[in-house]
Each structure stands twice: as C-alpha cells, then as structure tokens.
C-alpha cells in the first residue's frame, strides 16, 4: 500500500510554466490527493521541503533505455535525474517485434547501437515486452515507440530496396498490431538501415496507420547536416500525407559547414504548425551527439546485413570503396548522404563503448589517437574495429554549435529528450546521466532564454501531452505522484572524461507516491510500469 506522504512548505513548479508558488502537496494511494497551503498532516508522513523545488517527474522523451530498462529495473542513472518516465524505441530501434526469421538481424541491428542483447532480449510484440518488464518491476515508468527496423526486418531482411505493395501491408498489419497493443506509435530512423532504405509510398503507408491509431510518428531524419531543410520537409511532407502527428527527433544542424542553419528548420515547423500539422521535436543540452561507429559509413554498407559489412571489409575492393566514400565524402548509391568523417574530423570521434572486452582500452580515446598509436590509417582503425566488434562499437561526436542548441532548447515546440545509450561499461555519452539536472540549472543561472518554470514545462507538461500521458506532467490533484524535489543549486557532474557522476541536487523522487529516491539514496522500491495508449 503506497505511503500518505505531505510535503511541506515547497516551492513548487506546476508543470504548466506559471510562477512557482509556495504551497503543500498531500500524497495518497499513489496520487497527488490535495495541494495547499498549512495542509494538516493528519496520518501523513511529513517531507520538509526547507525552500526546494517540487515539479513533475521529469519525462526523458527520447532516450534508448529499451535493454536498459529490463537489465537494471532499478534505474539509478534516470532517478538521480528525477526522470519518472522514459520512451524508449526511438530512431527505429526497438527489441520488438520480431518473426522466428528476423530474431538474429533484430539483436544485430539493436547491438550495433547498444552492445550484445541476449536471445531472451527481443520479443514478438508489444505485449510479451511489456509483460517482461512490469514482470521485474521497474523504478520508472517507460512509454514505447514501435521501431520501423523491426517491421522492415520481419518482412524483409536487410534488403537493399523499396518494398512491394503487399509488404507495405504486412508491415502495415504488424504496426497496427503494436500500436492495438498499447504501444504509442511508431519511430522511423531514416539515416540507419534498413529503415533508410524505405521509400516515400512505404513511409505514407505506415504514417496512415499511425493516424488510424492516434498514435504519434517520431522521425531520425534523413539528414541533419546538409540536407537537414530538405529533411524536415520530407517529414512534414509525411505528416501531412499520412495525417498523423509527429515529433522530430533531436533537431540539430551538425557539422560546422552547416552551423547556424537550424533557424530555417524551425521555421519550417512554425510555418507547418500555423498550417495545422501537428508537429514539435526533442532535443539534449549538449554539443556532442553519440551513435553506433556504424553511421560513419554510408547506408548501402549494410546491405544484407553485418555479416555482409564484415565479408566487404575484408575483401580488396569492397574496403577501398568504403575508404573513398568515408574519406571522400559521397557514395555512389547512397543520394544524400555525407560522411561525418568529412564534415567534422577523425579527431571529434571518441569511442565511447564497446561490445568486445578485448577492446576496452580504446574507451575514451578519438580515432586519431588510437590510429597514431597503432602507426596505422585512421579509416583502418575504423575497419579493424568494426571486425573486431561486430559494428557494436558506440561512438561520441562533437559536431554542434552551442548558438543552434540555444535555438533549439528554448523554442516553444522543444521538449527535452537526452537521447542517452545507456551500456553497462565504458565511457558513454554524459548525456544519460546529466541531461535533466544540466537544463535546470541552465535555467536557474538565466541561461538560453528560459526562466525555471518554462525549463520545467519542457521536461513535463509538454512530453506528457505529446504521448497523450494526461495522467502525467501536472502537479495537479487526482494526477499520478509522479514528483521531483530539488535544490536551488542543482547541477549535472557528469562529464566527457567522467560520464557516469550523478548530479547534485535532486534530493527525492517518486514514483505513483513511493519514494524511489529519499534524501538523495536510492530506495529499491519499483513503482514504476509500463504505460499504455488509452
């Protein structure tokens, strides 16, 4: 039975953006029961809140928590943040669902971003993973995208082409079975293959049933350096055949050539949302990005699959082929695509985690570093690593302006998501273990813009309408008690060199009203469950 908790005296953050006021938040059977001021205790525990700040549970609205999440139901990274809630399956990566045939391509495809997954690990729908997870228990709550990949996986492999009519359908049919399910709606990741490989008649089709189900389409882009206008008008383009609505997935312009253009992408969406597309975007508060090593070549390298990229690398002409377009920029077959490599340097590429333990050493360091002490070519580094894990290498890109994430964090339709890829070693991304405290106290020192309230809408009220969670994102009477408590000088300590520090700050979180984090030690409890789509 969940506690009768009052906290007293806090200064608390609605979730809506108005002025924080000074009041008391009654708790009981897991809601927020009254909120006031000179609340009587009665049979309540009493929580002081001594000046801090009490908000909504924060809501990470993209992360790539979906392994994470069942290895460690816990959820100490996120907790520490005051993250009540996370939606996983984004960027087209899920661990659901799959066909007997598409078990092996669907862990590869998962691996190459976050490490080895288990045969145990993916499952056949929507309702066997979420039925894996409430059946642990988790600290948090987790919202679930379907990933494209999946559905192109079941139905067609990793073949390099547009799908037929009757297999649009047969992905159509499996998306509408997810999202019947409860699943929230569907995530395209149209630079990662086989998601890329998808044409425009396939991409509509599938938007239709996200729009039949009320559900939400989240878009990786094709492109968020040269071509990242034109791929947020394909996007938009989407929405509007297709009729759904939509988020895109961390706007940025990455890549110096390009820096200063994302004002021109956010006047797109303005001008679609004036134009009734429902549309907004996420983003995190860092200038570096993180994915799999497998992005710093082009799509068409994983045609038929990893075994496949292993064969090409190894064979004379397939590794030159791929040495030109890494280091030349283009490649014949791929329209659209540009090399990172290119565009920001070997030496803005650290790795940041590895799947072979032989390997852990190279944990931090650039390509250029690692290339220099082996006296070898920096694209051979590449190659000899991707062997050697299998393309489950994670890597850590500084390719953005601080002015565009400025932009981008402080824009009305912004929501704050810390796109985090969460592994169990090595030097990942801080952005898993700082993104929440970080914007706050972006916010408190009157950085970018935004005043405390509005940083806290970000994290909140706007996620949770967004994915339609209207029992969240509000301190409101009747919602979830789903809370966070904080200090006025909160802060992230997670850092590039030391990524995995927990922030200072956030003293106490709960979940449904059960303290999963009390004066800042981690409780055990695990309130949290799988939410579904009404």
């Known amino acids: 039975m969940n506690p009768r908790i009052l906290v007293r005296g806090a200064r608390i953050l609605d979730g809506t953006g108005a002025p924080w006021f000074r009041g008391d938040v009654r708790i009981a ?72 045939e598409s078990a092996l391509p669907l862990r590869e495809h998962f691996g190459s971003l976050l490490g080895a997954v288990g045969a145990e690990e993916t499952f056949a729908d929507f309702a066997a993973y979420r039925a894996a997870l409430d059946g642990r228990g988790t600290a948090i709550n987790l919202v679930s995208l379907v990933g494209h ?105 990455a890549g110096r050539p390009y820096w200063g253009s994302l004002p021109r992408a ?41 075994e496949t990229l292993l064969a090409r690398l190894a064979d004379a002409e397939g590794y030159d082929a791929l040495r030109r377009a890494v280091e030349d920029g283009t490649a014949p077959g791929d329209a659209g695509w540009e090399s990172k490599i290119r565009l920001i340097g070997w030496e803005n590429v650290r790795i940041g985690g590895v799947g072979d333990d032989s390997l852990r050493a190279i944990e931090g360091l650039s390509l250029t570093e690692i290339a220099e002490a082996r006296g070898e070519t920096p694209f051979a580094t590449l190659a000899r690593l991707i062997a050697a894990d299998r393309g489950r290498t994670n890597i850590v890109m500084f390719q953005l302006d601080e002015r565009d994430l400025e932009t981008a964090l402080s824009h009305p339709l912004h929501m704050l998501g810390s796109d985090g890829l969460p592994r ?55 919602l979830a008690a789903d809370l966070t408590l904080f200090t006025a000088d909160v802060c992230d300590r997670a850092t590039f060199q030391d990524p995995t520090q927990p922030p200072h700050g956030i003293t106490d979180v709960l979940v449904a ?8 030690g981690h409780t055990g409890a695990r309130p949290g469950k799988t939410l579904t789509r009404a």
Request: net charge negative.
């Open 266 to 306: 956010v006047d797109r969406l303005e001008t679609a949302r004036r134009g009734g597309v429902d549309v907004s975007f996420d983003m995190y508060p860092y200038p570096a990005g993180s994915s799999t090593i497998l992005q710093l070549l082009p799509p068409s390298a994983l045609s038929g699959g990893v």
């Open 424 to 478: 169990e070693t090595g030097k990942p991304h801080p952005r898993a273990f700082g993104s929440f405290p970080r914007y706050l106290a972006r916010a408190i020192r009157g950085e970018g813009g935004l005043r405390l309230e509005e940083a806290v809408r970000h994290m909140t009220a706007v996620p949770a309408q967004r994915f339609g969670l209207g029992d969240h994102g509000l301190v409101r009477p009747g």
């Open 513 to 520: 009203g059960a303290f999963v984090l009390r004066d800042g």
């Open 149 to 253: 990949a999946a559905l192109r996986l079941a139905v067609m492999g990793w073949q390099n082409r547009p799908a037929t009519a009757e297999e649009r359908e047969a992905m159509a049919a499996l998306l509408a079975d997810q999202l019947r399910q409860g699943a929230h709606g569907l995530s395209l990741g149209l630079v990662y293959p086989p998601s890329a490989w998808a044409d425009r008649a396939e991409l509509v089709r599938l938007a239709e049933v996200v729009a039949e189900h009320g559900a939400l389409l989240a878009a990786h882009v094709r492109s968020y350096e040269g071509g990242l206008i034109a791929s947020v008008d394909e996007f938009l383009d989407l929405l509007t055949s297709g009729g759904a609505s939509g988020l895109l997935s961390h706007l940025q312009a």
């Open 29 to 100: 059977d897991g809601r927020i029961a009254q909120i006031g001021s000179g609340l009587a205790p009665g049979d309540a525990e009493v929580l002081e809140a001594e000046d801090r700040y009490l908000a909504p549970g924060f809501i990470d609205a993209h992360c790539h928590d979906d392994l994470i999440q069942l290895r460690r139901p816990g959820r100490p990274e996120k907790v520490a943040q005051g993250v009540t809630t996370v939606v996983v399956g984004n960027c087209s990566f899920g661990l659901y669902p799959q066909r007997p």
